[in-house]
């Protein structure tokens, strides 16, 4: 089970360079534009300028592509104008389709992924041919192939949601994030619930490390939210309480392989203060960029 691989996930997050904030929203939607820096120096009027979209497919061979019944409706519906996605002009939407809870209906997740390791992640179902929003949790793209992954790293992906399931059929959900700074931080696990109809994340474990007055490096874990701890326990080196914990906590549940299915076309953060002649280009783009990632 993946969690055993924590004690390699600490030493990936030791070595990060940190990102401090959590992103820079658009603050205005209408015709004007703050002149406020992003990262790389440039202002948002800069990269609304600069930034230059070319249409993948030609409307005709648009068109004519077909999907099956559970995908058209994301492939009809305005991603654009959809109010519960936030916007941070200096980060790229990633978009996937993934059956998370195995009912033959593929969710749409929509990521952002934040600094800090808080990638936000919006989720999507189809309900009598509509598009229904589920609820955001905190995880980032998830893997198409996770057994790979760990075979070449060995160790637990920063951002991700997993799958796993026990013997009575029951689903249980897990994702997570990464709090840096300098040579501290956390790494929170979350436990996910997700009906179908409604998905809603909640602090399960975290495990927390830095480096004391002697440069010696602590490990401590807690059960819940890392921020709002009643109590931790210090671990040594080796993680073995913590592991212990969980290895507990997922006996008898088992990891189900899912299939990502990720858009090859990314969404730039500030596609609000685009013209509508770039915004429509996105619009076919988003669905291209599914027409080239399987058979959907």
């Known amino acids: 089970m993946r969690v055993k691989h924590v ?13 401090s904030g959590c992103g820079n929203t658009v603050a205005d939607s209408g015709n004007t534009l703050e002149q ?6 440039m202002t948002l009027e800069q990269m609304v300028v600069d ?8 409307e005709e061979e648009l068109a004519g592509l077909e999907w099956k019944e559970t995908i058209s409706p ?11 996605v936030e916007q941070y002009y200096d980060t ?7 059956d998370l809870n195995q009912d033959g209906q593929e969710e749409m997740l929509v990521t952002l992924p934040i600094y800090n390791g808080d990638s936000l992640t919006y989720v999507y179902t189809v309900e009598n041919g509509t598009v229904v929003y589920c609820g955001q949790i905190i995880a980032g793209a998830a893997y198409e192939d996770n057994d790979a992954f760990m075979e070449q790293t060995g160790c637990l992906p920063l951002n991700y949601i997993d ?8 689903l249980r959900y897990l994702s997570g994030n990464t709090f840096l700074k300098g040579g501290s931080g956390y790494y929170q696990i979350y436990e996910i619930e997700f009906d179908g109809k409604q998905i809603v994340g ?9 480096q004391d007055a002697d440069g010696k490096m602590v490990y401590q874990y807690t059960e819940g939210d890392w921020l709002k701890r009643e109590s931790e326990v210090t671990d040594d080196q080796n993680f073995t309480a913590f592991t212990q914990e969980m290895e507990a906590y997922m006996k008898g549940w088992e990891r189900v392989d899912i299939t990502f299915q ?27 960029g599914f027409a080239r990632v399987g058979e959907l």
């Open 7 to 19: 004690g390699c996930l600490i030493g990936m997050m030791i070595g990060l360079c940190v990102l």
């Open 262 to 288: 990720v858009s090859e076309f990314r969404v730039p953060g500030f596609v609000n203060v685009l013209s509508e002649e770039k915004k429509e280009i996105i619009r076919d783009n988003i669905v291209v």
């Open 36 to 41: 406020t820096d992003t990262n790389n120096g």
């Open 92 to 98: 790229q939407w990633l978009m996937q389709l993934a």
């Open 163 to 170: 799958v796993y399931q026990n013997e009575d059929g029951e």
């Open 51 to 58: 930034y230059e979209v070319e249409r993948v497919m030609s």
């Open 202 to 210: 909640k602090p399960l474990y975290a495990i927390n490390f830095y």
């Open 74 to 84: 994301y492939m009809e519906y305005d991603w654009l104008g959809d109010g519960h």
